[in-house]
Every structure is written in C-alpha cells, then in structure tokens.
Nanobody
C-alpha cells in the first residue's frame, strides 16, 4: 500500500531554514507529480509547492522565493527546502501526489518562533 513518510521538521527561529524530506513507497513515484501541503492550526490544508515528474515546479505566492521543492526519483523521495522562515509558516507539512490524493502520512511539524 501507499506510504508517505515526512521528516525534517522542527522548532526554528524566524529567518531560519529547514529541509523537509518525504519518502514514498507503494506506487510508481517517478511518473507522478508530487506536492508539499501544509495545515496550520484552525486552517484548511493548502498546497504550497508542486513538482512534475519532469522537474517543473510551482509555488504558492506566499512561499515563492523562500521554498524550493525537489525530487530524487532514484530514492522515491521529494524534498522541501524552506528558507527565511516566518511565524506564519508554522504548520504540519505533508507530501502527497498532485491530483489523486493518497492517504495522508503523519506529517512533520514546523514551528517558527518570532
């Protein structure tokens, strides 16, 4: 079955950086567009970055210039480099497919202190 395991979150000060990782299994990762989503307390889950199988990327306006999504198809993994963190980036971050969503993983908590 599909498994998505996120890691790399933590507590950081505003202006800091984190690199999130997502290990995927149970499907043909290399041909699927993937995304990073986040859900802040009391808010709906939102897509913040996506990457196609060919490596084309797209970002939500709120994170452009600060977040970078990448993938390693040989490792069935997708990554999110987060720079210049802001308190409003505090959320649980999840990876998942774009389009047909698989069951969500446990996510990784990112907490940004001001």
């Amino acid at each position: 079955q599909v498994q998505l395991v996120e890691s790399g979150g933590g507590l950081v000060q505003a202006g800091g950086s984190l690199r999130l990782s997502c290990a995927a299994s149970g499907f043909i990762f290399s041909i699927r567009p993937m995304g990073w989503y986040r859900q802040a307390p009391g808010k709906q889950r939102e897509l913040v970055a996506s990457i196609t199988s060919g490596g084309f990327t797209n970002y939500a306006e709120s994170v452009k210039g600060r977040f970078t999504i990448s993938r390693d198809n040989a490792k069935n993994s997708v990554y999110l480099q987060i720079n210049s963190l802001k308190p409003e980036d505090t959320a649980v971050y999840y990876c998942n497919r774009i389009g047909t969503i698989y069951s969500w993983g446990q996510g990784t908590q990112v907490t940004v202190s001001s």
